[in-house]
């Protein structure tokens, strides 16, 4: 289901999925705007969350918090405060419940899956049920892994099944190494500098206001650039412009969308100018760039 916001997928499980040994349930995202109901669209009933209630689910699931904040509790832990940066576990058979902040809202990825291969790991003790929380912070990869999926399920090309299965185990290994190895980062400027680079990721489809996004760090302007550039090498406007236009490389290889709806999803208003700066960046042009990297069987006109 695809609503302002809102995107979800169930997926029905074949004697193929089973056997391949780990299987998507579900994937979706959320943004829970302040003082919006939680959920904020209707579910399959099967998973259907009300606070006063919580909710029993017969799958794994990660949940990943990346704005605002909420409370997590469940059979097997307390109440818990949530931050942007949590991931969660929700397990198999036990009973849990979580919410945005009324007044904050929040920003929900989340993927659900199992069979035999998936109930051997997750039982391997690399995860707890009950120590379900992993603080990874702003991690851009985790969101990277969150989006493909997304447009993996999107897209539905023929075996994507497997593939979400795939980015899944990816997603997996990446939340274990993070919570096996924290850094504990002493420059302040850099993780400023580095949650700078994660909302850019966050918002390859818009353009931004650099003033703006300083101020949420919260830096000077002058200080945050000169900073940022040391760090990356680039320009925060270069940066993210360099996002965007990989965005589109993303959507050019791997989609059937057209020209202008790539444009669109990637932030440019004017199709020209986004074909522009694409030649200029790749070499070729991004109709050139798709005809020599078009993974897809569809035809796009």
């Not at 399959?44 to 699931?61: A, C, M, T, V």
């Not at 075996?159 to 274990?176: C, D, E, R």
Request: glycine content about 6%; some cysteine.
């Amino acid at each position: 289901m695809t609503a302002h916001n809102t995107f979800f997928k169930y997926l029905s499980i074949s004697e193929r999925e089973e056997r391949w040994g780990m299987y998507i349930t579900s994937v979706g995202y959320s943004k829970v705007e302040p003082n919006e109901n939680y959920p904020n669209q209707a579910h399959p009933q099967s998973h259907e969350l009300i606070w006063n209630k919580g909710r029993i689910l017969n799958d794994f699931y990660i949940v990943f918090i990346s704005r605002g904040k909420g409370v997590y509790g469940s059979k097997s832990t307390p109440p818990k405060d949530i931050n942007e940066g949590t991931c969660f576990f929700l397990f198999p058979k036990i009973w849990h419940r979580y919410k945005p902040d009324i007044k904050s809202g929040w920003e929900e990825y989340w993927v659900g899956f199992n069979g035999s291969y998936a109930q051997q790991l997750m039982q391997a003790d690399f995860f707890s049920a009950n120590d379900p929380l992993v603080n990874i912070k702003l991690n851009r990869d985790i969101l990277v892994l969150f989006r493909r999926l997304l447009d993996t399920a999107k897209e539905s090309l023929t075996g994507y099944p497997q593939q979400l299965a795939g980015i899944t185990m990816q997603l997996l290994g990446l939340v274990n190494t993070i919570s096996q190895h924290i850094e504990f980062d002493n420059d302040p400027v850099g993780r400023l500098i580095s949650k700078a680079k994660f909302l850019l990721e966050e918002s390859f489809e818009n353009q931004l206001d650099m003033e703006h996004l300083a101020n949420q760090l919260p830096m000077g302007y002058s200080s945050f650039r000169k900073a940022f550039k040391k760090i990356t090498g680039e320009s925060p406007n270069q940066y993210h412009l360099n996002l965007r236009l990989n965005r589109a490389k993303d959507l050019l290889s791997s989609t059937a969308l057209n020209i202008n709806e790539i444009a669109d999803q990637t932030g440019f208003e004017n199709v020209f100018y986004f074909s522009k700066l694409f030649k200029k960046k790749n070499g070729v042009s991004p109709n050139l760039f798709r005809k020599m990297n078009c993974q897809t069987d569809h035809q796009v006109l």
